[in-house]
């Protein structure tokens, strides 16, 4: 028996002229977990769509349990068995976790769809790989976190023989992510074969045995996780050119004496309690913390998305009250949510819709839109950015998670905010782009504006911040100046509570 269940040989994909795939290789085992890794537009993702049936390649063969195959559908690549989980998620909120996890795929007793029957075999297969879900839920109900488990669900139930996971822990706490994995090594026992993407390469090296690196559409090495490191990793993915140190470095534009919002004594809901603390004039500050510790919920509150119990938040020494996301955005507090696919941006519409979304009313010609100033605006956000796109009318959901996340915080930018509020602004992106975007940070910060940033990666943190607040419980129980953020042992050892 063929020891290779799958082989992509010499793929080539081009999209309006731009090659984004050039003579790449790929070949999984049976029972094997692949990992790809690459920066944006390595062509990670196309190279998976092609292989499920989403796009169709321009040259190269593929070939499936050891037979040439060309699909020209995902329905043609889910025939034998080749499931993909995307980054942008294919539940339907309004319906129930069962009904999710069998959609276009329902159990029928005659005629009719067997609720009974599904429910029965939903929680015997969620139980089977120790996901606990309340099957009867609806989906808009549940984290983001619990949408991610619904929607491996979904596809695990369909009997997968090859699956597809692009970036499947962006969205996970560790809980979840070391469920995940228990998950992928009983599939990796019955036989199914795996394919992961993901930018993590702590992940990459714990779950994967094999991995591939690809660079500008270019196969660059295929070899065991086993005999790689991370900085082994990086060298592949960035290239002898676009190397960024994640170091700080000191702000040319001093840190203002003036505090951009001070916030004393704030109780948000159940989660935060008596949470103080204040942000100056070009001053970047991070919230650290494990996950609910009341990070995000912090910044949340402060745009208006949470109901704050209690606590004063002044802005510029002027006390503000925030019921609503109105209130925040009047009073110049703006957030890059922590999913922007779900938060930030309306993925069927283009770069140029989504840049501009908060900017309507600003381009008004008496009751008219100005069309050439949101254009420009538009190109300006493009090129301030170095947003990599084929144009301003391209659909936003083609582009890189990099380039979807320099466009959240484009939209923001252009609002010209005096709080800018982060949520994992990096999250599921690669290294190249997650320095561009602290770039960007830094500069923001350095025009005098107030910054508060929640990260998972505390490399980051350190890499940003000028303080760091450090949250266990709902409750602030350190404050780190820039002299204590000595490395990333410091902050770990501070989380724990």
Same mark, same amino acid.
């Given at each position: 028996?063929?020891?290779?269940?799958?082989?992509?040989?010499?793929?080539?994909?081009?999209?309006?002229?731009?090659?984004?795939?050039?003579?790449?290789?790929?070949?999984?085992?049976?029972?094997?977990?692949?990992?790809?890794?690459?920066?944006?537009?390595?062509?990670?993702?196309?190279?998976?769509?092609?292989?499920?049936?989403?796009?169709?390649?321009?040259?190269?063969?593929?070939?499936?349990?050891?037979?040439?195959?060309?699909?020209?559908?995902?329905?043609?690549?889910?025939?034998?068995?080749?499931?993909?989980?995307?980054?942008?998620?294919?539940?339907?909120?309004?319906?129930?976790?069962?009904?999710?996890?069998?959609?276009?795929?329902?159990?029928?007793?005659?005629?009719?769809?067997?609720?009974?029957?599904?429910?029965?075999?939903?929680?015997?297969?969620?139980?089977?790989?120790?996901?606990?879900?309340?099957?009867?839920?609806?989906?808009?109900?549940?984290?983001?976190?619990?949408?991610?488990?619904?929607?491996?669900?979904?596809?695990?139930?369909?009997?997968?023989?090859?699956?597809?996971?692009?970036?499947?822990?962006?969205?996970?706490?560790?809980?979840?992510?070391?469920?995940?994995?228990?998950?992928?090594?009983?599939?990796?026992?019955?036989?199914?074969?795996?394919?992961?993407?993901?930018?993590?390469?702590?992940?990459?090296?714990?779950?994967?045995?094999?991995?591939?690196?690809?660079?500008?559409?270019?196969?660059?090495?295929?070899?065991?996780?086993?005999?790689? !490191?991370?900085?082994?990793? @990086?060298?592949?993915? #960035?290239?002898?050119?676009? /190397? %960024?140190?994640?170091?700080?470095?000191? =702000? +040319?534009?001093?840190?203002?004496?003036?505090?951009?919002?001070?916030?004393?004594?704030?109780?948000?809901?159940?989660?935060?309690?008596?949470?103080?603390?204040?942000?100056?004039?070009?001053?970047?500050?991070?919230?650290?913390?494990?996950?609910?510790?009341?990070?995000?919920?912090?910044?949340?509150?402060?745009?208006?998305?949470?109901?704050?119990?209690?606590?004063?938040?002044?802005?510029?020494?002027?006390?503000?009250?925030?019921?609503?996301?109105?209130?925040?955005?009047?009073?110049?507090?703006?957030?890059?949510?922590?999913?922007?696919?779900?938060?930030?941006?309306?993925?069927?519409? !283009?770069?140029?819709?989504? @840049?501009?979304?908060? #900017?309507?009313?600003?381009? /008004? %010609?008496?009751?008219?839109?100005?069309? =050439? +100033?949101?254009?420009?605006?538009?190109?300006?956000?493009?090129?301030?950015?170095?947003?990599?796109?084929?144009?301003?009318?391209?659909?936003?959901?083609?582009?890189?998670?990099?380039?979807?996340?320099?466009?959240?915080?484009?939209?923001?930018?252009?609002?010209?905010?005096?709080?800018?509020?982060?949520?994992?602004?990096?999250?599921?992106?690669?290294?190249?782009?997650?320095?561009?975007?602290?770039?960007?940070?830094?500069?923001?910060?350095?025009?005098?504006?107030?910054?508060?940033?929640?990260?998972?990666?505390?490399?980051?943190?350190?890499?940003?911040?000028?303080?760091?607040?450090?949250?266990?419980?709902?409750?602030?129980?350190?404050? #780190?100046?820039?002299?204590?953020?000595?490395?990333?042992?410091?902050?770990?050892?501070?989380?724990?509570?």
């Amino acid at each position: 028996m063929n020891e290779f269940v799958l082989t992509m040989q010499g793929i080539d994909k081009q999209f309006s002229g731009n090659k984004v795939l050039d003579q790449v290789d790929f070949s999984l085992r049976r029972g094997e977990v692949h990992a790809i890794i690459g920066g944006n537009g390595a062509g990670k993702s196309t190279l998976m769509k092609i292989l499920t049936g989403i796009y169709r390649k321009d040259g190269g063969t593929v070939t499936v349990n050891g037979e040439e195959v060309d699909f020209a559908s995902y329905r043609d690549a889910n025939a034998v068995g080749l499931r993909m989980i995307f980054q942008e998620l294919s539940i339907i909120p309004t319906l129930t976790v069962v009904e999710n996890i069998y959609l276009n795929n329902e159990k029928k007793k005659g005629i009719f769809t067997d609720d009974k029957r599904m429910e029965e075999s939903a929680k015997s297969f969620l139980d089977r790989f120790g996901i606990d879900i309340p099957l009867r839920e609806k989906v808009s109900n549940l984290s983001v976190g619990y949408c991610q488990l619904v929607e491996i669900a979904k596809a695990l139930s369909q009997e997968a023989k090859i699956l597809v996971m692009d970036e499947p822990t962006a969205s996970l706490s560790d809980s979840e992510v070391t469920l995940l994995f228990n998950i992928i090594r009983n599939l990796k026992q019955e036989g199914v074969s795996i394919v992961y993407i993901s930018h993590s390469m702590n992940e990459i090296l714990e779950i994967s045995d094999e991995v591939t690196v690809l660079r500008d559409g270019k196969h660059i090495i295929t070899e065991r996780a086993s005999k790689l !490191t991370i900085s082994g990793i @990086i060298d592949h993915v #960035l290239g002898d050119t676009e /190397k %960024r140190s994640f170091a700080y470095h000191a =702000r +040319k534009t001093p840190i203002g004496e003036n505090k951009v919002v001070e916030i004393e004594a704030l109780h948000v809901e159940h989660l935060v309690k008596d949470v103080s603390f204040h942000v100056n004039e070009g001053e970047i500050v991070g919230l650290a913390g494990l996950m609910g510790s009341g990070r995000t919920e912090i910044v949340e509150a402060l745009f208006g998305i949470r109901n704050i119990k209690n606590g004063v938040v002044r802005m510029n020494d002027k006390e503000i009250k925030i019921r609503n996301t109105k209130d925040s955005v009047c009073a110049g507090i703006m957030l890059v949510p922590e999913d922007r696919r779900r938060e930030g941006l309306i993925l069927s519409h !283009t770069l140029k819709d989504n @840049i501009l979304i908060t #900017l309507f009313g600003k381009t /008004k %010609r008496g009751p008219f839109i100005n069309e =050439r +100033k949101l254009s420009q605006l538009s190109e300006e956000s493009i090129r301030d950015l170095n947003i990599k796109t084929t144009g301003i009318s391209i659909p936003i959901n083609r582009l890189s998670g990099g380039n979807q996340q320099k466009v959240v915080i484009a939209k923001w930018l252009k609002n010209k905010p005096k709080l800018l509020l982060l949520d994992e602004p990096t999250a599921g992106i690669d290294i190249g782009a997650k320095g561009e975007i602290i770039e960007i940070i830094e500069a923001y910060a350095a025009e005098g504006n107030g910054v508060i940033v929640v990260s998972s990666e505390i490399s980051e943190l350190v890499a940003m911040c000028d303080r760091i607040i450090v949250l266990y419980d709902g409750r602030k129980i350190k404050e #780190l100046g820039r002299a204590e953020i000595e490395n990333e042992e410091v902050i770990q050892h501070a989380i724990q509570g």
